[in-house]
């Protein structure tokens, strides 16, 4: 029988990618994430015999969801710096509690190897060249002290039987089927096609080191396969090459096969600077990282072209975490708002339109546009206007799944409301 391996976050940037990789090689894969990005980006694996999913929050995973696994690649989380930020209380559950917790039960499961995918972020501002794996970490943020914590905890967890190895990834860039629009190269990429320019934050001289997400995806695949060959218990940093911010706007700049300004301003939250040295990887895993900046670029470039890449809200990490919360407070308003006046409530109108506004006032800084809008003001007056029963036993980040669906279904009703 094909060994199976459990992922974590199978459906996000990464996951969508190493899944289908594993299955093309012969694997079977456990899909296990909440999805809040949808299921779509599993695409046409979605079919495949090979692939179960398996929609769960990895604070509630047991045992006996990993009973049946050989492996586990560790990917849910938080993803970003400023998405950590929005909730540090959740970030450390998830981030760092959930995905210890989840090694745990891996190993009580029976589980033979795990990989773990950390962040170079842990280096914080480095300050030197050429950080080694076995250099002072300075996390600067609740994502990458999360990440810390984390990886040293779950490499402590190295057995015999069961091989614990983490990887720090470099910023990742290039096309996803879950495509993520708040990546430096990516980011450069799209503002370069929409606008013309590439502004560039905090004077351009930080370093960062970067790395294709099909590398990045290549990656888990070397480190899990590798694991029989003693190197339980290590940790590798993942990426190309580094960059200073400076270099990479012109490397993306030139890329681009259109005129691009680009310009320099001083402020910028983001203090990360550091270099990393990848020698190790190439070492112990036999991984080097093939696919360059320009290449990713001109692939990104071309399907925005073509119009082939969603660009929405979606792909703003932090933006669409923080609109789906805010779907969540509509959500329990209406259902709140539905209670009180009791389930056989008419519509009434003047309510509806005062939801409506309180839904527009909440989602204005969503830059999700009409469309995120409109179903941001229908799920705020779902509760009121009948004809659709909401279902308080809905699942929290479920409503993503359900926006579109809402929106279509209830657009009718909404006009002749107000
Ligand atoms: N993309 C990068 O540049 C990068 C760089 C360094 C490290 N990493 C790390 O790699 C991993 C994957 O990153 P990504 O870019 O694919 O992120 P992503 O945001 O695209 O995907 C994360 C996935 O995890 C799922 N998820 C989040 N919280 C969950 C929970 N509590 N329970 C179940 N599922 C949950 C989400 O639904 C999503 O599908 C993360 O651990 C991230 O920190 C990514």
């Keep these: 029988m094909n060994k199976t391996i459990a992922v974590t976050g199978a459906a996000g940037y990464v ?20 999805f809040f990005f949808g299921l779509n980006t599993l695409g046409r694996y979605l079919d495949h015999p090979g692939l179960e999913l398996k929609t769960i929050d990895i604070r509630d995973v047991t045992p006996r969801d990993l009973e049946d696994c050989w492996a586990v690649i560790d990917l ?48 914080g501002a480095g300050g030197r060249a050429d950080l080694s794996e ?11 002290r999360a990440a810390a914590t984390a990886e040293e905890a779950i490499r402590g967890m190295n057995r015999p039987g069961f091989a614990t190895v983490a990887l720090r990834n470099a910023t990742m860039f290039g096309l996803s089927p879950r495509m993520r629009f708040d990546l ?14 590439i502004v560039v934050t905090g004077g351009g001289q930080q370093r960062r080191p970067l790395v294709h997400v099909q590398d990045a995806a290549r990656a888990f695949i070397c480190a899990l396969e590798a694991c029989d060959r003693g190197i339980g218990g290590q940790v590798f940093n993942i990426g190309l090459a580094n960059f200073r911010m400076n270099e990479l706007s012109e490397v993306v700049s030139k ?7 680009v310009q320099f301003t001083p402020g910028g939250a983001d203090k990360r600077d550091y270099s990393v040295k990848f020698d190790r990887a190439r070492e112990a895993l036999g991984f080097s990282a093939s696919v360059g900046i320009a290449e990713g670029v001109i692939e990104i470039y ?25 779907m969540q407070r509509l959500w329990n308003f209406g259902l709140e708002a539905r209670s009180l006046a009791g389930s056989k409530v008419e519509p009434d109108p003047s309510l509806a339109a005062r939801q409506v506004a309180i839904a527009a006032a909440v989602s204005k800084n969503s830059s999700g546009g009409q469309a995120a809008r409109t179903a941001a003001a229908l799920i705020g007056i779902i509760g009121m206007i009948g004809g ?11 409503l993503a799944e359900r926006i579109p669906r809402l929106a279509g279904a209830l657009e009718a009703t909404l006009a002749g409301v107000i």
């Excluded at 430096?184 to 606008?195: D, G, H, K, Y």
């Design 134 to 144: 076995d250099s002072a970490l300075r996390p600067l943020t609740a994502y990458a």
């Design 255 to 261: 890329a681009i096969p259109a005129p691009v300004q």
């Design 15 to 34: 996951g969508s990618i190493l899944v289908g990789r594993l299955l093309d090689a012969g694997y079977r894969v456990k899909a296990v994430d909440r």
């Design 302 to 326: 071309r399907a925005l072209m073509a119009n082939q890449v969603e660009r929405g809200l979606i792909t703003k990490t932090v933006a669409w975490y923080s609109h789906i919360i805010q």
């Design 76 to 123: 849910a989380a938080l993803s970003n710096d400023p998405s950590a930020e929005l909730d540090p209380a959740l970030t450390w559950e998830i981030n760092e509690k959930g995905r210890i917790d989840l090694a745990r039960s891996a190993r009580s499961a029976g589980v033979e190897r795990y990989v773990f995918s950390g962040s170079c972020s842990v280096y």
């Design 388 to 398: 659709v029963e909401p279902d308080p036993s809905e699942e929290y980040f479920g």
């Design 184 to 197: 430096v190269v990516n980011v450069m990429t799209l503002s370069a096609f929409e606008t013309g320019q």
